[in-house]
Each structure stands twice: as structure tokens, then as C-alpha cells.
């Protein structure tokens, strides 16, 4: 059976050590994710044990209303709403 990666998100992340690529420093991550402190070495995210959190989409190109140049405001714009 599949989890869902909203399951998945919810549980707590697993500390794991790895060594480093770069210096070999004994480094601890969580679900696979790494940053070593001496070198700056970090791995891919993609190489963590689940996904990460999604990020909540925004829809931030609105123009503001100071830089409307037809005089219209992001109030007066109709709203789209997705669904
Ligand atoms: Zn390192």
C-alpha cells in the first residue's frame, strides 16, 4: 500500500549520520539530508528518504496597486479561485 507523502510529512524525521563526500567528517542529517559543518558539503534533497514538506503556492505576480498603470486594482480585478 502506498503512503501519502501528506502521511509521511506528518512524521517525525529520522535523525542518520552519513560520512561526507567531500572530507569524510561523520556528519548527522535528517531523513537522509546532509550539510556538513566543515566543508559545506550538502547532498541532494533529492537524495532524502521521503519528500519534503510542498510548499504552499502562492499566486504573487498580483501588481500592486501603486504600479497599475490603467488605473485597475488588484481589488477590482476578478479573483480566481482554483477548484
Ligand atoms: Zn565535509
Not at 569524510?24 to 532524502?48: F, Q
Amino acid at each position: 500500500m502506498p503512503s501519502s507523502p501528506e502521511e509521511a510529512a506528518t512524521e517525525h524525521p529520522e535523525i542518520t549520520f552519513i560520512g561526507c563526500a567531500r572530507c569524510g567528517t561523520l556528519i548527522a542529517g535528517l531523513d537522509g539530508r546532509y550539510a556538513c559543518s566543515g566543508c559545506g558539503w550538502v547532498n541532494e534533497w533529492t537524495e532524502g528518504h521521503r519528500p519534503l514538506p510542498e510548499a504552499r503556492r502562492r499566486r504573487t505576480c498580483a501588481p500592486t496597486a501603486d504600479t497599475t498603470t490603467d488605473g485597475t486594482t488588484a481589488e477590482d480585478a476578478p479573483t480566481r479561485r482554483p477548484g
